[in-house]
Every structure is written in structure tokens, then in C-alpha cells.
């Protein structure tokens, strides 16, 4: 994005000291509670030095600032950098929940318009749907974004909180790269269906990542999202709408019950990615069979710029010899490489 190699500083002394106050990119990047509630102010003071920072890192991780300390760190940079355009911030573990992402988002509408590239870690600070609702609609407002990276990993916004995020993200028609992380947020049908209608209205959007797989305790015990064969139909319908200029298509959908005919719907909805050129399918663990793997077969030949598929289909109900039905893909001149495990 810029000339100069940003400088990594993890440790505030070292930012106080640094002397090179012409930087347009800085890396903030403190451990565990490294700084302290006091220490905020020396904070702001110090990163208030560099006029022409561009694009600014924070990981505050795990320091469990709670929301007024962490909305007062946002206002404080939108203050003293109003031409920033990229800002990539971890507040994960941060007891954020409602009110303190709410007042993030508030905060991003009101200060942050000029950003073109947003990357936001909210993981396990217990949102809701009100503060996903918040973050949705202060992120809506930031029209000029082009790049947007959201992780919600391990929260509670539910199908309600997914719907308030949608709705947002609708608004930010300049988007052309967008990622979400939604692991562990008690997702079902609803909330994927909002979520498809949402990313339909961002026509400009070249590349998609989508990770919704429900994590609800320790080790590997994940809780079944239940999509129904019309929804999941429904779902791929929605994101495909507009998405005709997509290259790169990337959907989690680990340990669900996706059966034959939600294959094909999504295939269907696929295959109206008439740029698509990378397509990366995570299915494990669902109740696939061969009808659903015949669909499937026959749609993707229809994506003509199709070049690097992989499709992960561990834990089906498909047997070795069903897999014959994907030779004609296989076989595709087009595709560089292909990863088709199972």
C-alpha cells in the first residue's frame, strides 16, 4: 500500500523514544496487558507524533480495556489522523460486549469516513446482537472502504446480530474484498439468509471469505448449524445475485447437515460467478451423497475461468467409486491445480 516498511514497536517505551515522527505506516503490537489503564494518555500522546501516518496496526489483545478506554483510543486517532486510510485493530478479549462495541461502531461512523481498507478482531468479548447491530451500522457509514476484514469469532450475535451486520455491510458499495469470521456465534438459518442478502447489494466485490463454522466448547465439539435444503438454496441464491464479478470464492461450511440438494443449490448459485477463477469448498462432515456430487459436477464445468478448485468432502456419505461422477472436472484444461479430498 505504501513505500516505506512499517516500523514494530511492542513495547511503549520504544514508541515514546522513537524519534522518526515522518512515518506513514506504524505496527503497534503489545502482549498480554502490557499496557496498563493509566498508561492510555502516553498511548495517545505517543502515536499523536507521527502527522502523517497513512496506515496504523493495534493489537491491544487480551488487555481487557472494557469500552470507554478502547472508544477513547479510537476517538483519539480519528482526531489526530483524519487522512488515515487503512486501520487494522485486535481488541480481542477486551470485555467489550454491547455497549462497548455499540460505541465502536458509533465511533467509526461518526470519525472514521476516509478509510479504505478496515480490519477488526472482536474475538470472545461477549457481543450481542445489539453491539453487532452497532458495529454494522458505524461500518455502513464508512462509504469509501474498498477492503474489509471482520472476525466475531466466539461471541453471541446471533441470527438477529448477523441480520443488523448485513444490513450495514450493504451500505459499503465500494467493497471488493471481504472476509468474515462468525465461528461460534450461534448462526442458523436466518441470520445466513440476511447475511446473503446483504452481500448481494456489493456489486464491486472480487473476493469473498465466509467462515461460519458454530464452535460451542473445547477441543473439537462443534455445534450442528441446521440449514434446511431450501435456506441453504436460498443463501447461495442471495450471495450470487450480484456477485457476477467475483474471482475468489472461499465458504466454510464444516459439520452441518448439507444433504444433496443443498449442494446443488449452492453450485447453482456458484456458477453465476461467471469471473470466478479460485473456488475453495470446506464440506466436511455433512450428509453429501452421489445425486449431490452429480449437481455439483455438472454446474462448476459452467464456471469458465475456473482455474484453482479445491473441494473438502471428509466425513460424507459418498463411497470411493462416487467419485468417478467428478472426472469431467478433473479433467478440465482450465484448472492449474485441483484438491478434491474426501
Same mark, same amino acid.
Given at each position: 500500500m505504501h513505500n516505506d516498511i512499517p516500523e514494530v514497536f511492542e513495547s511503549l517505551k520504544d514508541l515514546i523514544?522513537?524519534?522518526?515522527?515522518?512515518?506513514?505506516?506504524?505496527? =503497534? !503490537?503489545?502482549? #498480554?496487558q502490557q499496557i496498563e489503564s493509566n498508561q492510555i494518555e502516553d498511548l495517545i500522546l505517543a502515536i499523536s507524533k507521527y502527522k502523517k501516518l497513512k496506515s496504523l496496526t493495534i493489537n491491544i489483545e487480551k488487555h481487557r480495556f472494557g469500552p470507554d478506554k478502547v472508544t477513547k483510543i479510537l476517538q483519539e486517532i480519528s482526531s489526530c489522523f483524519p487522512n488515515l486510510n487503512y486501520l487494522n485493530l485486535n481488541l480481542d478479549d477486551n470485555l467489550l460486549k454491547d455497549i462497548g462495541s455499540s460505541k465502536l461502531g458509533q465511533a467509526f461512523g461518526q470519525h472514521f469516513s476516509n478509510l479504505t481498507s478496515l480490519t477488526l478482531f472482536f474475538k470472545k468479548n461477549s457481543i450481542q446482537e445489539i453491539g453487532a447491530s452497532g458495529i454494522g451500522i458505524g461500518i455502513g457509514q464508512c462509504l469509501n472502504l474498498e477492503y474489509l476484514s471482520l472476525d466475531f469469532e466466539l461471541n453471541i450475535i446471533g441470527d438477529s446480530g448477523v #441480520?443488523?451486520?448485513?444490513?450495514? =455491510?450493504?451500505?459499503?458499495? !465500494?467493497?471488493?474484498? *471481504?472476509?468474515?469470521? =462468525?465461528? &461460534?456465534? !450461534?448462526?442458523?438459518?436466518? &441470520?445466513?439468509?440476511?447475511? &446473503?442478502? &446483504?452481500?448481494?447489494? *456489493? #456489486?464491486? =466485490?472480487?473476493? *469473498?471469505?465466509?467462515f461460519m463454522m458454530q464452535q460451542i466448547a473445547f477441543f473439537y465439539q462443534f455445534q450442528i448449524i441446521q440449514y434446511k435444503k431450501n435456506n441453504l438454496i436460498l443463501f447461495s441464491q442471495n450471495l450470487n445475485i450480484n456477485l457476477i464479478f467475483v474471482k475468489q470464492y472461499l465458504l466454510m461450511l464444516r459439520q452441518n447437515k448439507i444433504k444433496c440438494k443443498g449442494l446443488s443449490g449452492l453450485s447453482q448459485g456458484i456458477q453465476n460467478c461467471s469471473n470466478l477463477n479460485s473456488l475453495y469448498l470446506h464440506l466436511m462432515m455433512n450428509e453429501i451423497q452421489y445425486e449431490g456430487l452429480a449437481n455439483f459436477s455438472k454446474n462448476i464445468i459452467k464456471c469458465q475461468r475456473l482455474s484453482f478448485l479445491f473441494i473438502s468432502l471428509y466425513m460424507n456419505k459418498i463411497e470411493v467409486y462416487n467419485l468417478n461422477v467428478l472426472r469431467k472436472v478433473k479433467k478440465l484444461k482450465r484448472l492449474v491445480r485441483n484438491f478434491i479430498l474426501f
Open positions: 523514544n522513537d524519534d522518526k515522527s515522518q512515518r506513514e505506516q506504524l505496527t =503497534l !503490537k503489545f502482549l #498480554k #441480520k443488523g451486520l448485513a444490513l450495514g =455491510l450493504s451500505e459499503c458499495v !465500494k467493497l471488493s474484498q *471481504l472476509i468474515l469470521c =462468525l465461528d &461460534g456465534n !450461534k448462526i442458523g438459518d436466518y &441470520g445466513a439468509i440476511a447475511l &446473503g442478502e &446483504g452481500i448481494s447489494c *456489493l #456489486k464491486n =466485490l472480487k473476493f *469473498l471469505n465466509i
